[in-house]
């Protein structure tokens, strides 16, 4: 949860006025984007592996060291005994030793995937709360306005994201992700630059900056060729229910509200309807953009992390789901907290409320979209009212 989107604060948006002239809109285009922002997410995503790769093995032990947990024969056949070993994440050595005409021959089969995926999701998180938490948290220097900051999480979280995607193409519903919920996925990055364009030509504001997506949208088709082409049978929960688009889309609208009035408190001491100026012409296609720009954002980053793959994961490791609903909750609140100093409110009441209802409609629905729904519509509706008070 982010709260006001960054070129639709009240602070960034500057009416063009009668000096015309004078405007600017900067809005990249996909040969916009340095080569050291590249290089620079690239060592973010790195940095990201490394770091899941060194935790993973000091905290979690090596798989060269097992110990046995069954032994059993394979059918009938006396002749083959299998010994199943188990490392402390989960990830089964199967040793089969086979007896014929005297002779002993030895099998190994060692299931990496697990730990693959563990890489993965550590990989993410560090991204999430070390590196983009954390420079947020010691005030870096102008970091509102760095936009090759951004820029390099959300490469490399897209990337590590859709990299999971692919490895787990064939149990993507243990994850919650849906086909609308990966067509959001794929779709969004491209959807936004285009709905931005309409936003511009509509309204009269400039903007601080805007996020180049075309290494979104390259690693986005690539996933959805790569899905297309792949032999791998996917599975995909083709159908979501209307009930649960319809309950994410009104508690999306609930907790903007909420959002609003709370962070009015926190920031003027105090909320009051007087002074509103009802503008539909202005919220409207401020509302719409700011929607798909924080579904494109927040929704895309955060939701198939915290409410799917880790979802997934510790499900598969014997978690209960209550368990995990509470692992990503906390998980999430701890993500923003460098907002405990100057956002108290948001800290103490709007995060944990986010955590859960987001995490509940994820657990209760069995997928993503409705999260990511909630998310979007929530996240984007406080900074669209407080238009209100400017026009």
């Known amino acids: ?30 040969l916009s984007l340095p080569w050291g922002q590249l290089w620079f997410s690239v060592g973010a995503t790195l940095y990201a592996l490394a770091g899941a790769y060194s935790a993973a093995k000091k905290l979690l032990g090596s798989p060269g060291d097992p110990c046995i947990a069954e032994e059993s024969f394979l059918g009938d056949d006396p002749k083959i005994v299998q010994l199943s070993y188990n490392s402390p994440i989960d990830i089964g050595l199967v040793v089969q030793h086979r007896s014929e005409g005297g002779t002993m021959s030895t099998q190994t089969q060692r299931a990496s995937r697990p730990r693959v995926l563990l890489l993965l999701i550590v990989g993410l998180l560090l991204l999430r709360i070390p590196f983009l938490a954390g420079l947020r948290f010691i005030h870096w220097p102008d970091y509102e306005s760095n936009e090759w900051l951004w820029q390099s999480y959300i490469i490399a979280t897209y990337f590590l994201t859709a990299l999971f995607i692919f490895l787990e193409r064939a149990r993507l519903d243990r994850y919650h992700i849906t086909t609308l919920s990966l067509a959001l996925f794929i779709a969004l990055p491209i959807i936004q630059p285009i709905l931005l364009q309409q936003v511009v030509n509509s309204l009269r504001h400039r903007l601080a900056f805007e996020l180049d997506r075309s290494p979104q949208v390259l690693i986005g088709l690539s996933l959805a060729a790569s899905l297309v082409l792949s032999r791998k049978p996917r599975t995909l929960t083709g159908r979501e229910p209307v009930a649960w688009l319809l309950v994410s889309l009104v508690a999306g609208i609930l907790f903007g509200v909420l959002g609003w009035v709370l962070i009015d408190i926190q920031t003027y001491g105090h909320f009051k309807l007087s002074g509103l100026l009802f503008r539909p012409d202005v919220i409207a296609p401020q509302l719409a953009y700011s929607t798909v720009f924080q579904a494109s954002v927040a929704s895309i980053d955060e939701e198939p992390l915290f409410r799917g793959l880790m979802w997934g994961y510790f499900r598969d490791r014997g978690w209960r789901d209550s368990q995990v609903f509470l692992l990503q909750a906390l998980l999430f609140w701890s993500a923003h907290f460098y907002r405990a100093i100057d956002q108290p409110i948001t800290w103490f009441i709007l995060i944990p409320i986010a955590s859960i209802l987001f995490g509940w409609i994820a657990w209760k629905s069995r997928s993503i979209t409705g999260s990511m729904i909630t998310h979007a519509i929530s996240n984007a509706l406080p900074g669209c009212l407080t238009l209100l008070r400017i026009y």
């Open 1 to 30: 949860m982010r709260g006001y989107p960054l070129h639709l604060y009240p602070a960034s948006l500057e009416p063009f006025g009668s000096d015309q002239a004078n405007a600017r809109i900067i809005v990249a285009t996909p």
